[in-house]
């Protein structure tokens, strides 16, 4: 929710590749956000933080959420309030691997997915680490590739995260 126009970003790709890719909505901090989000085609929601409002409008939606978290006191509330999987941010700026490592222990059964600082070069770290999923922003989608609209760049990234995620996987 952090970009120009979002929702209608949302509506635009749900709407083009329907069928095709499964749409979410990131930074979302409150419920109406997630409601419109969902309204435009938002099949899953993100926040950067534990918003309650945001968990419920999600699950009143049957709609997949990812609470954001960072101490092993916010993922366990992310988790018990309802989170289907819980976003770990800034996971590199707290020890990365290491870290979801130690969240791993008292919490085998939560589904963590690191975000922030996410690379190519880690990633398949943060599998072994035991990562459900991860999440990639400005690592795969660069201002740059944006502001040059050099989609061609920006799927060149994307497809180089995806093998390095079913490597790691499958590893």
């Known amino acids: 929710m952090t970009v120009p126009n979002a929702i209608g970003a949302i509506a635009s790709v749900a709407k083009r590749f329907a069928g095709k890719v499964i749409v979410g909505a990131g930074t979302v901090t409150d419920a109406q956000t ?45 988790f018990r309030l309802g989170g289907d999987m819980v976003k ?8 990365g691997a290491a870290y979801l490592r130690a969240l791993r222990g008292p919490y085998p059964d939560i589904p963590l997915v690191p ?6 070069e880690n990633i398949g770290e943060m599998f072994k680490a035991g ?12 201002k740059d590739a944006l502001a040059r609209r ?22």
């Open 131 to 142: 990562a459900a999923a991860v999440g990639v922003g400005t690592e795969m989608i660069t």
């Open 88 to 95: 770990v941010f800034p996971a590199q700026s707290v020890g």
């Open 115 to 120: 975000t922030g600082g996410v690379t190519l």
């Open 34 to 78: 997630a409601k419109r989000a969902i309204e435009a085609g938002a099949k899953f929601i993100v926040s950067p933080c534990l918003v309650r409002e945001v968990v419920e409008a999600a699950h009143q939606s049957e709609i997949a959420v990812l609470p954001g978290a960072l101490t092993p006191t916010e993922v366990f509330e992310a």
């Open 150 to 171: 050099d989609y061609a760049e920006i799927g060149s990234l994307a497809a180089q995260f995806l093998a390095a995620a079913r490597q790691a996987r499958t590893a």
